[in-house]
T-cell receptor, first 115, second 114 residues
Framework: NAGVTQTPKFQVLKTGQSMTLQCAQD?????MSWYRQDPGMGLRLIHY???????DQGEVPNGYNVSRSTTEDFPLRLLSAAPSQTSVYFC??????????????FGPGTRLTVL | AQSVTQLGSHVSVSEGALVLLRCNYS??????LFWYVQYPNQGLQLLLK??????LVKGINGFEAEFKKSETSFHLTKPSAHMSDAAEYFC????????????FGKGTMLLVSP
């Protein structure tokens, strides 16, 4: 199994540009989530999904959009990039919809810089 | 709402010394608690988790943590630090009900000197 994969690894955008960060998992996990990591802030939840067609907002959803058309994929879209969105983005998944005791498996991250 | 406080953004120890990383949580219900480790330029990896089965939890790489309900704490310890333990450590809390999102602390960077 590849686990959780993310593309691209690095990305530089100009203010106002849009882009999609890709996330895929091959573990048939129902629950998937996106976090951003900023120095001194830990990881903050952007959006999450509990299954295909079901998404919800996390702590910092503004400026981001998600959809979940398949169990495997959970892309994160930046609608109009801003310098405040410069961050490292992590995608994670976990088994079992109601299994809060299950660990989340993290992808390697995407480092995004917005100029 | 649940929250996590990690005391100390940086902790420095000598190789062979005791490692103690502090985590206090706030939750309206008995939570599930996790410690994750992040090595430079990598994703997060689970060290250990508390899910109410036992208050003393043993994890990978010689780490362990003790859940103390009266102190709302879940501190991470390792008897003897190794150079390879240098990394950032995150404590996280999850409520057992509903869809149970994970809330992270701000992290503690562990520095290990020879």
């Amino acid at each position: 199994n590849a686990g959780v994969t993310q593309t691209p690894k690095f990305q530089v955008l100009k203010t106002g540009q849009s882009m999609t960060l890709q996330c895929a998992q091959d573990m048939n996990h129902e629950y998937m989530s996106w976090y951003r990591q900023d120095p001194g802030m830990g990881l903050r939840l952007i959006h999450y999904s509990v299954g295909a067609g079901i998404t919800d907002q996390g702590e910092v959803p503004n400026g981001y959009n998600v959809s979940r058309s398949t169990t495997e994929d959970f892309p994160l879209r930046l609608l109009s990039a801003a310098p405040s969105q410069t961050s490292v983005y992590f995608c994670a998944s976990r088994p079992n919809l109601a299994g809060a005791y299950n660990e989340q498996f993290f992808g390697p991250g995407t480092r995004l810089t917005v100029l | 709402a649940q929250s996590v406080t990690q005391l100390g953004s940086h902790v420095s120890v000598s190789e062979g010394a005791l490692v103690l990383l502090r985590c206090n949580y706030s939750s309206s219900v008995p939570p599930y608690l996790f410690w994750y480790v992040q090595y430079p330029n990598q994703g997060l990896q689970l060290l250990l988790k508390y899910t109410s089965a036992a208050t003393l939890v043993k994890g990978i790489n010689g780490f362990e943590a003790e859940f103390k309900k009266s102190e709302t704490s879940f501190h991470l310890t390792k008897p003897s630090a190794h150079m390879s333990d240098a990394a950032e450590y995150f404590c996280a809390v999850s409520d057992p009900g509903g869809y149970s999102t994970l809330t992270f602390g701000k992290g503690t960077m562990l520095l290990v000197s020879p």
